[in-house]
């Protein structure tokens, strides 16, 4: 029916909804916090019905009493779709709030972060494989082109004419390769070239 004169119209739904995250003030709009449907979120803001109730304070905030330090990345995911972390964050306490929230898509992408970084710890740093290989001249164009498997050209050493083939002297050459260790398989290093020898079995002999 239609409002008397004069009488007081019923306050329409606000589009702004003011957050009391323990203590710290947040602003978001009703269509941010209902980006997840089946979020605490939207079940305190967004939902008809007392399916979720929730104090007040005397501004008229939902109290929540949760850490409010890692509620920013919660809010922003919601924003923007991104998760953005900083530095002095830890990704563990920003999937607690993801939880607690019961925002799934968010629990998803900290975790599989959370994973990443794990492996690349547990990876260390990045180490190289040096290996010295002695080749004659005949031999160098070819092991050069046939190098693989991660192996990189570093150095090439000329260390003279002492090779004798046939009735033409062979240059002999020093050529020093090196491999990230990480791209090895189970740690085993295979030479580049069956023809190549290593400069510790050169030495042995002489």
């Known amino acids: 029916s239609p409002t008397p004169a004069g009488a007081a119209r019923p306050p329409a739904a606000s589009k702004w909804v003011r957050l009391n995250v323990g203590g710290t003030y947040f602003v978001s709009t009703r269509q941010t916090l209902c980006r997840e449907p089946k979020s605490f979120l939207c079940r305190l803001c967004c939902q008809d019905g007392p399916e979720l109730g929730s104090d007040k304070d005397e501004t008229g905030a939902y109290l929540i009493d949760r850490d409010p330090t890692y509620f920013g990345p919660i809010l922003n995911y919601l924003r923007h779709g991104k998760l953005i972390i900083n530095k002095e ?7 607690e ?16 972060r959370i994973r990443d970084n794990e492996n690349r710890t547990s990876q260390g740093p990045v180490k190289h494989v040096y290996r010295v290989l002695q080749c004659q001249e005949e031999e160098l164009t070819q092991m050069v082109s046939t190098m693989s498997d991660g192996w990189k050209f570093e150095q090439l050493i000329s260390i003279g004419s002492s090779y004798n083939y046939g009735n033409e002297d062979q240059a002999e050459f020093l050529c020093v390769v090196s491999r990230e260790l990480n791209n090895s398989t189970n740690g085993i290093v295979k030479e580049p070239s069956e023809k190549a020898k290593i400069l510790q079995e050169r030495g042995s002999r002489m």
Do not use: M, P, T
Not at 97 to 112: D, G, M, T
């Open 97 to 112: 709030e993801a939880e607690f929230y019961n925002i799934a898509s968010l629990v998803r992408l900290v975790k599989e």
């Open 89 to 95: 964050l830890a990704e563990e306490g920003v999937l």
